[in-house]
Structures are given as C-alpha cells and as structure tokens.
C-alpha cells in the first residue's frame, strides 16, 4: 500500500489501509488515519494530522510553515476530519501562538489549487471552489459553499449555509444562509436550493427570509434590526442564528445592494 519510491519519516504514525503513492515526503510528528489515500508528489510537513478515509491529490502541501512574519517556529499543527478531499495543489499551512492549530473538518472539499492560511478554522461539510484562498485566522461554518477564485481578508467569518459567488473579494463577515455576490460583494438574497437541500422546511426559510428582509431592507442600523427582528419574529434556532452571528461580528457584516448604490 506503500510506494517504494517514498520517504516517509520513521516516527510518523501511518494507520491500516493507508495508500501512499510515489514521490510522497511525510515528515515527522505526522499522523495519517486508515483508508486515507495519499496520491503521488504529495509533501506533508511536520505537525499534520490527517483523519480517517481521506484523499490527498498530487502537488499538495500540506501542514507548511505559516506565512506569517510573527511565527517563531512554535509547535503548531493542522488537522483534517474523516472523509474529506484536498485536491491537487493546495496549501495549508500550520497555525501560529495565536491558536496553534489550522483546522479543516469532516467531509469538506477543497478543491485545486486552493490556500488555506494559518489559523483558519473550517467546520463540516464545507466546499472550497478552485483556487479560492483564504487568509489568516478566517472562520467558515458547517455547509458553506466558496466557488472559484473567492479571496477572504483575514479574521473574516462565512456563515453557516452560506454561498459566496466565484471571483468574490470578502472582507466583511458573511451572515449565515445569504448568498454573498455581485462587485463588490453584497447581500444577494437568501441560499434557498441550500436550504432546501439540507431539509429546511419551507416555513424555516420565510421565517429566515423575514429576518433578513428586517436586516437588509428596512433601513435600520444593525442594532435597531436585530431588535426588531427579536421583537416581532418567532424565537427559533434559526433565528438565534442570525442574531449572534451578527452580534458577535467585529469586522462588521456583508453590506445590502441598496446601501452598495448609494456610495
């Protein structure tokens, strides 16, 4: 299961079942869980540990050291969750002191030639388009979708079920089951085929739509909108969604179309 023509450092941890193809580098302090397959010209640097029937496809690299000017050769990782997919030639690199760990969950695709920075934290079930590149300490919740070519400034968080139009430059937070489009980047509507995919009932998804309809259209600052938004709908998970999604945001929250016209 093991090429011949690969280097493997003898205190990496390589599970059952593990393929490794020709031309891998696996350096020390790794992990590799069983039924992962490692295809050819894959590097895996110190401090990676990679879950359970995943696939890495050739040219990627993984587990670098970070980009960032401020890292003193900490002992930093990154982890990978069971089943996902890191296709061929993208980047992640290890975390820094600031949280020590870069950290990509189960069953995510992130596809060519994608970068993943230091820190950033993705959850479950996410999809990265080709080469969409993320920097440092960037958050993205369980679902998100990021077509092709996305750039995200540092610290910026993508909601839950959210969907980012390819070629879209973010630098404000994304409110979790919006669509994020248009140049530059605005509120473009709810990601209702999402929704309706991932088994949100109907119901759900006006109650959603009328929140963001308080947010984005009555004219209000944040602060009014979500006091009206708590005030006149229904207290759901969905809704405490939102409303700590955007409470909590501190480099502010994904503009409205209209505000975008007015400038």
């Not at 990676?48 to 000017?69: E, M």
């Not at 002191?97 to 030639?113: D, V």
């Not at 993943?116 to 300490?137: S, Y």
Request: a positive charge; glycine letters at 10%; charged letters at 20%.
């Amino acid at each position: 299961m093991i090429h011949p023509l690969t280097s493997i450092h003898p205190k990496a941890k390589i599970g059952k079942n593990v393929e490794i193809g020709p031309f891998v580098t696996i350096d020390k302090n790794v992990e590799i869980g069983k039924g992962t397959r490692i295809f050819s010209n894959v590097t895996i640097f110190e401090g990676a540990r990679i879950g359970k029937n995943c696939q890495v496809y050739p040219g990627a690299i993984l587990s670098a050291i970070p980009q960032d000017l401020k890292f003193k050769g900490e002992d930093t990782i990154i982890e990978i969750g069971n089943n996902s997919i890191i296709r061929e030639c993208v980047t992640i690199h290890r975390g820094t002191a600031s949280k020590g760990t870069t950290k990509i969950g189960e069953n995510c695709l992130i596809m060519a030639y994608s970068h993943i920075a230091h820190d950033c934290v993705l959850e479950n079930n996410i999809i990265l388009g080709n080469a969409t590149q993320l920097a440092g300490e960037v958050k993205v919740a369980d679902w998100a979708i990021l077509a092709g070519g996305v750039l995200v400034h540092q610290f910026c968080r993508i909601g839950e079920h959210a969907m980012v139009q390819g070629g879209s430059r973010l630098s404000k937070d994304i409110p979790p089951y919006v669509i994020a489009g248009r140049e530059p980047a605005t509120y473009a509507g709810l990601n209702i085929i999402g929704l309706r995919r991932r088994g949100f009932s109907p119901v759900q998804i006006e109650l959603i739509h009328n929140a963001y309809r308080i947010i984005y259209q009555s004219g209000l600052n944040n602060t009014d909108a979500l006091k009206r938004v708590e005030e006149e709908l229904p207290d759901t998970p969905e809704r405490e969604v939102i409303i700590s999604f955007i409470k909590n945001s501190e480099r502010g929250i994904l503009r409205g179309y209209k505000e975008k016209n007015n400038d």
